[in-house]
């Protein structure tokens, strides 16, 4: 059920924003594999040019895999729409991202896109970040740092694991060649834990090159609900 709920979600948020002419950030994780093959559809059936920009190895093996145009920022800088999943969600649109590790490549596409559409299963939907997806906010660090920003971490009264590789043996590394800390705090609500504080404060910590949070950026989301219904948030 859940994947028919990322499929309808997947499918709602390509056939409502996806033109001719465009440039498409192609975001990373299991719902996004949904809208590729949708958007594949719809560039064949109707004949559309697009370009795809990729948030890591997994999507660029997805845009290759379904013969999409596969483009970069250097290139196409301006992307016009970028469609990603999402670990969580509140209905302001904030999210936790970064389960699948992709988090910085990510985010980058994401704020050089005209309009940032989450796609997601409803069991993202949260009324505060941090009490469903409670395996921390995902903080991709520079690996020769990771132990005194845990410290750091854990001084704010998180609990942050370094994320370890489950094919590999040690830790995971990210397409950048990086290591991630998985921070939980709990439920991200109060002054200096809210989303939007929490990542500057995360971010302001030499060696992190990004974390998790996603605020501010995502302007809709679609939800494929375990009713059948698909719910838009704007
Ligand atoms: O890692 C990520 O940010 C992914 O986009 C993740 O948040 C969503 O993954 P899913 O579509 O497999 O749930």
Same mark, same amino acid.
């Not at 404060?201 to 996603?214: A, N, S, Y």
């Given at each position: 059920?859940?994947?028919?709920? /990322?499929?309808?979600? %997947?499918?709602?948020?390509? +056939?409502?924003?996806?033109? @001719?002419?465009?440039? $498409?950030?192609? &975001?990373? *994780?299991?719902?996004?594999?949904?809208?590729?093959?949708?958007?594949?559809?719809?560039?064949?059936?109707?004949?559309?040019?697009?370009?795809?920009?990729?948030?890591?190895?997994?999507?660029?093996?997805?845009?290759?895999?379904?013969?999409?145009?596969?483009?970069?920022?250097?290139?196409?800088? /301006?992307?016009?729409? %970028?469609?990603?999943?999402? +670990?969580?969600?509140?209905? @302001?649109?904030?999210? $936790?991202?970064? &389960?699948? *590790?992709?988090?910085?490549?990510?985010?980058?596409?994401?704020?050089?896109?005209?309009?940032?559409?989450?796609?997601?299963?409803?069991?993202?939907?949260?009324?505060?970040?941090?009490?469903?997806?409670?395996?921390?906010?995902?903080?991709?660090?520079?690996?020769?740092?990771?132990?005194?920003?845990?410290?750091?971490?854990?001084?704010?009264?998180?609990?942050?694991?370094?994320?370890?590789?489950?094919?590999?043996?040690?830790?995971?590394?990210?397409?950048?060649?990086?290591?991630?800390?998985?921070?939980?705090?709990?439920?991200?609500?109060?002054?200096?834990?809210?989303?939007?504080?929490?990542?500057?404060?995360?971010?302001?910590?030499?060696?992190?090159?990004?974390?998790?949070?996603?605020?501010?950026?995502?302007?809709?989301?679609?939800?494929?609900?375990?009713?059948?219904?698909?719910?838009?948030?704007?």
């Amino acid at each position: 059920a859940k994947d028919a709920g /990322k499929l309808r979600a %997947a499918y709602a948020a390509v +056939d409502r924003h996806v033109k @001719d002419k465009q440039v $498409i950030g192609i &975001g990373s *994780g299991s719902t996004i594999v949904f809208a590729v093959d949708r958007l594949a559809e719809r560039v064949r059936e109707e004949n559309l040019t697009v370009q795809c920009v990729p948030t890591s190895f997994q999507a660029i093996q997805l845009i290759r895999q379904h013969n999409l145009p596969l483009s970069d920022l250097s290139a196409t800088p /301006k992307i016009d729409v %970028a469609i990603d999943g999402a +670990d969580e969600m509140t209905p @302001d649109l904030a999210c $936790i991202k970064g &389960g699948g *590790g992709c988090l910085v490549q990510e985010k980058i596409v994401a704020y050089n896109s005209d309009t940032f559409v989450l796609i997601a299963d409803g069991s993202k939907e949260s009324d505060a970040l941090g009490t469903k997806w409670t395996r921390g906010v995902p903080i991709e660090v520079i690996p020769m740092a990771y132990v005194p920003i845990q410290k750091q971490l854990e001084g704010m009264g998180a609990t942050a694991k370094l994320r370890m590789a489950t094919s590999k043996a040690g830790p995971c590394v990210t397409d950048n060649g990086n290591f991630i800390i998985d921070a939980h705090f709990g439920a991200l609500q109060g002054d200096s834990l809210a989303p939007a504080a929490l990542e500057k404060t995360l971010c302001m910590i030499p060696g992190v090159v990004d974390c998790g949070l996603f605020v501010g950026m995502a302007k809709e989301a679609f939800i494929g609900r375990e009713d059948g219904t698909v719910m838009h948030y704007t």
